[in-house]
């Protein structure tokens, strides 16, 4: 597929002539963060971090996301850290959506990142990252917590880029509904995905996916109508939609151009029994 694109947030404040009304939703089982909500009013700043602000668009709090984080950071020229990940035990994806970033990890590199570029993080390991171009560059950066199985190695850092892995089209749908993976479903060593969903104008996921795995959804282009629990709501390139465990969804997928999610889910463990 050559007409990829990357919506990244909007930033800036609207004017006052515009209504407060908006698609910006919190429910028990759903959540939807749509673009026009990601404003300058709204970033974050972290340690460590030089010339770099942060959406944080998810976050392991009481009723909403129990087992990851989901940031989109924007970098300027010059910026970005020596110091990114304070907790040992946490693993990452990194997916750059604009721009140019040099990742080193474990003193080995740099490896020049440009949209569509994916690495993984594994838990322990020492990296850096700094704007490489003379723009500025935006990455989707998700994190949790690994969770280690006796008897399985741990997985590996790799860099790659969304144009280097063939999407895998799902059963019975002719291509229209696709997923590209960037690591294989039974690698038991790894106990989260993070793949890109793309559907075809017209293409629909036809029932109602009812399962364990947390969703965190980023919509990278297009648009789709998405089934949430009980409610179907419009989505567009640069909304966030959190989904709990169990919560029903589907999707039809409109407009000229395909919808493309960047998706993460908890795979691969037992099920926790501490509540």
């Known amino acids: 597929m050559t007409d990829r694109s990357y919506a990244t947030p909007p930033g800036g404040l609207p004017p006052q002539s515009d209504l407060l009304t908006g698609r910006a939703v919190f429910t028990e089982a759903y959540a939807v963060i749509p673009r026009a909500t990601m404003r300058d009013i709204v970033v974050s700043a972290l340690p460590h971090w030089r010339d770099t602000r942060v959406w944080v ?13 989901h940031y989109i950071c924007e970098v300027a020229p010059g910026g970005g850290s020596d110091q990114p990940e304070p907790n040992p035990g946490a693993e990452a994806v990194l997916f750059v959506t604009s721009g140019e970033l040099a990742l080193v990890i474990d003193g080995a590199g740099p490896e020049i990142m440009g949209p569509g570029g994916y690495a993984y993080l594994p838990a322990g390991c020492g990296w850096t990252l700094h704007n490489a171009g003379k723009a500025a560059a935006s990455f989707h950066w998700i994190r949790k917590r690994y969770i280690p199985a006796k008897g399985i190695d741990a997985p590996l850092p790799f860099v790659t880029n969304e144009a280097r892995v063939a999407p895998t089209p799902m ?4 291509g229209r509904w696709a997923t590209t993976r960037f690591v294989a479903p039974d690698d038991l060593r790894h106990d989260m995905h993070v793949t890109i969903v793309t559907l075809q104008p017209g293409a629909v996921i036809p029932f109602l996916e009812t399962h364990v795995m947390e969703h965190g959804l980023f919509v990278l282009q297009g648009k789709g109508v998405y089934r949430l629990n009980r409610d179907w709501v419009e989505v567009e390139a640069g909304d966030y939609m959190w989904l709990r465990a169990f919560c029903p969804q589907a999707c039809y997928a409109g407009g000229p151009e395909p919808f493309r999610y960047l998706l993460y889910k908890d795979v691969n463990r037992h099920a926790g029994l501490d509540l």
């Open 57 to 69: 668009i998810a976050r392991p709090m009481t009723g909403f996301a129990e087992t990851f984080s």
């Open 171 to 174: 059963p019975d749908t002719e």
